[in-house]
């Protein structure tokens, strides 16, 4: 973790409506990385600027994010904060031919913020890591299942 920001990209071979369909899916998150004990949406109704939902992590406290800014099929932020802590994760997503370019990062600010990222910077670029990871195999996993349908549809074509 450099300096309260850990960033990581990822390509992937689905193309981004199919990523970001699984990105705000949030709830369903604990399904594909084991970085998510549950989420639980907050509200019903779209994932929208000023969703919010309860994460809870494995070695981490819950926490309540908020959706802070959403850009359709691009990318969205959401933030948590507690005492002196502000968190943000961003996930932005770029089109790469037919697949993606996927890049989650982190970010912590406030005045705990250096204190926090040397407790637990190590965790976090793990989490973030495998979360990457997990969202490169379920969204292939969605497109491949996409494309076996509309092979297998004569009304698809």
């Given amino acids: ?8 990209s990822v390509n992937i071979d689905a193309p981004p409506q199919k990523v970001f369909a699984v990105l705000c899916d949030v709830e369903r998150w604990p ?5 998510m004990a549950s989420v639980q949406r907050l509200e019903s109704g779209p994932f929208a600027v000023g969703s919010r939902a309860r994460v809870r ?9 908020q959706v802070t800014e959403l850009e359709n099929q691009r ?6 904060r507690s005492l002196g802590l502000r968190m943000t994760a961003r996930h932005s997503i770029e ?3 037919a697949g993606s370019i996927v890049v989650l990062s982190f970010e912590m600010s406030g005045f ?3 204190l ?3 407790l637990y910077g190590g965790l976090i670029e793990r989490y973030i890591t ?23 549809d004569p009304g698809s074509r």
Avoid: D
């Fill in 57 to 65: 992590q494995p070695s981490l406290r819950p926490a309540v994010w």
């Fill in 112 to 114: 705990i913020a250096p």
């Fill in 31 to 35: 399904e594909w990385t084991s970085t």
């Fill in 95 to 97: 089109t790469k031919g």
């Fill in 1 to 8: 973790m450099t300096q309260n920001l850990v960033s990581v």
């Fill in 75 to 80: 990318s969205f932020t959401w933030s948590t």
């Fill in 130 to 152: 495998t979360e990457s990871q997990g969202l490169k195999q379920r969204s292939e996993s969605a497109a491949t299942q996409t494309l076996r349908a509309n092979a297998t």
């Fill in 116 to 118: 926090a990222a040397r």
